[in-house]
């Protein structure tokens, strides 16, 4: 990295100052998002630059020196980004446009200096596109692309696929789905159906190369094998921290999820509230987005190099779920993929509506008329992990006892002081406690395969129907 020295503002043009306060923001929001990108954004250099009538790039390094051309291939306007694996290059007045207008006014990309359309809803704007783009271009330096030798043949089919990749890999470090990646699939999968038409192909192929298209593929193809086995580290390390909140790796979802489960119709209760009503406030240690200052701590960057003039308030008091059981009987009448088809309904809603804190706990506990397994969960990873190798214990009758004397034991030890209610996953046909609990006891079961004639009246009863 470039040595950051100590200036005024008055040191740097106006311009420059925006530019870089704009990246300063970006980086700061990536590694909010996900704190493991953390040692790759702060070993990379980054420049911005300037085109000139000439066709050359003049570049601004970080640290505020005076400004220089670049050795490099002069700039053509084939991409307004671009990387070597070492230095990531970005364009000054693509980087103003997209942040000032938000994206609003942004409905083309220039792709070899002919404006293609792109339609204007299909892709973010503003500081979140920033990001995007910077984590495509992570993407391919992750994937080793920059170090590969050209592909000689097909070139341009070959780096379609590699930005596919790129954005593929993005949308999983970003932890949200991508609709104009989606869009781009479903146009190359349309081309791929159309080879025969040849025009026609080309056509989606094209429309496809629009939506993904970010940053010129200059300056690859130079083989490095210090510099790809430093990106494969970092990849190696990414990927044992997991996704940004815990999100599934993006086309990864199960067979299962072909079923459903969804409120039955006629019945009261809906799943996502349920859930919240277990939730509770608490303070929770992470950056409080909502007081921060982001203009002060780029300034402070912008001023003294590395150091912020206010630190992000690292607390912020929420409501979500810091403990929480889920029970599933396991008795002769379970059915495992169902039994899948819930956890995953069930985990899918707790993230998508952010009802975990960031440590939490959540036990998991196998019962047919005792208890046959408790599984620990405190991370989002280890649910992920326990979803894609979930192995169900039972098989004999139903007694509910045994599972909330597991639970008494739990609030005993302190480990669940925090448990306001539980899941139970079940029939309703078996032996149930005589002692109401102290927390929400919610009876999730199958509509037309439940029997609830027993049932003490301290239940609450949530009845789902299957949906393929």
């Known amino acids: 990295?470039?040595?950051?020295?100590?200036?005024s503002p008055g040191e740097l043009p106006a311009e420059q100052t925006a530019e870089?306060?704009?990246?300063?923001?970006?980086?700061?929001?990536?590694?909010?998002?996900?704190?493991?990108?953390?040692?790759?954004?702060?070993?990379?250099?980054?420049?911005?630059?300037?085109?000139?009538?000439?066709?050359?790039?003049?570049?601004?390094?970080?640290?505020?020196?005076?400004?220089?051309?670049?050795?490099?291939?002069?700039?053509?306007?084939?991409?307004?980004?671009r990387t070597d694996g070492k230095v990531f290059y970005l364009d000054a007045e693509r980087m103003r446009a997209e942040f000032l207008c938000g994206g609003r006014e942004r409905n083309f990309l220039e792709q070899d200096g002919e404006p293609v359309p792109v339609t204007e809803k299909s892709r973010p704007g503003g500081c979140e596109w920033l990001c995007l783009e910077i984590l495509h271009m992570l993407g391919h330096c992750l994937l080793g692309h920059p170090f590969q030798a050209w592909k000689?043949?097909?070139?341009?089919?070959?780096?379609?696929?590699?930005?596919?990749?790129?954005?593929?890999?993005?949308?999983?470090?970003w932890g949200e789905k991508l609709p104009f990646l989606r869009k781009a699939e479903r146009l190359l999968e349309e081309a791929d159906?159309?080879?025969?038409?040849?025009?026609?192909?080309?056509?989606?192929?094209?429309?496809?190369?629009?939506?993904?298209?970010?940053?010129?593929?200059?300056?690859?193809?130079?083989?490095?094998?210090?510099?790809?086995?430093?990106?494969?580290?970092?990849?190696?390390?990414?990927?044992?921290?997991?996704?940004?909140?815990?999100?599934?790796?993006?086309?990864?979802?199960?067979?299962?999820?072909?079923?459903?489960?969804?409120?039955?119709?006629?019945?009261?209760?809906?799943?996502?509230?349920?859930?919240r009503s277990l939730s509770s406030w608490r303070e929770d240690a992470r950056i409080n987005q909502d007081e921060f200052q982001y203009s002060w701590y780029a300034y402070g960057l912008q001023l003294y190099g590395n150091l912020p003039l206010i630190e992000p308030l690292?607390?912020?008091?929420?409501?979500?779920?810091?403990?929480?059981?889920?029970?599933?009987?396991?008795?002769?009448?379970?059915?495992?993929?169902?039994?899948?088809?819930?956890?995953e309904e069930t985990r899918g809603i707790?993230?998508?509506?952010?009802l975990f804190f960031r440590r939490f706990w959540l036990h998991i506990i196998q019962c047919d008329n005792q208890i046959q397994k408790d599984d620990c969960i405190r991370s989002r990873e280890e649910f992920e992990n326990y979803l894609e190798n979930l192995t169900i214990r039972g098989g004999g009758g139903t007694d509910f006892r045994p599972a909330f004397e597991r639970i008494a034991e739990l609030k005993r030890t302190g480990e669940l002081s925090a448990l306001r209610g539980i899941l139970y996953f079940t029939d309703g046909c078996g032996r149930y406690p005589e002692q109401e609990p102290?927390?929400?006891?919610?009876?999730?079961?199958?509509?037309?395969?439940?029997?609830?004639i027993d049932m003490p009246g301290w239940i609450?009863?949530?009845?789902l129907e299957e949906k393929r």
């Open 193 to 275: 159906g159309r080879e025969v038409e040849g025009s026609l192909s080309e056509d989606c192929r094209e429309k496809a190369q629009a939506l993904l298209f970010v940053d010129s593929h200059e300056g690859w193809g130079h083989l490095d094998q210090r510099q790809a086995a430093w990106w494969q580290g970092q990849g190696e390390k990414l990927r044992k921290q997991g996704s940004p909140k815990g999100r599934r790796k993006a086309g990864a979802a199960r067979q299962s999820r072909e079923r459903r489960l969804v409120p039955a119709a006629g019945e009261r209760g809906d799943y996502r509230d349920i859930l």
């Open 314 to 343: 690292e607390y912020s008091e929420e409501r979500r779920i810091s403990a929480l059981v889920i029970v599933l009987d396991t008795s002769g009448s379970c059915e495992k993929e169902l039994v899948q088809v819930f956890l």
């Open 350 to 354: 707790l993230e998508q509506e952010r």
């Open 438 to 452: 102290d927390y929400q006891v919610w009876f999730v079961m199958l509509k037309g395969h439940y029997d609830a």
């Open 20 to 81: 870089y306060e704009i990246l300063d923001l970006a980086k700061l929001k990536l590694y909010q998002r996900m704190h493991g990108l953390g040692p790759v954004l702060g070993a990379l250099e980054f420049r911005v630059e300037s085109r000139t009538g000439d066709g050359r790039d003049i570049a601004r390094p970080l640290d505020g020196s005076a400004s220089l051309q670049t050795e490099q291939t002069p700039f053509t306007g084939s991409g307004p980004y």
């Open 152 to 173: 000689v043949q097909n070139r341009k089919e070959w780096e379609q696929g590699c930005d596919l990749a790129a954005w593929r890999l993005a949308e999983e470090l």
């Open 1 to 7: 990295m470039n040595e950051r020295t100590e200036r």
């Open 460 to 463: 609450h009863r949530l009845v």
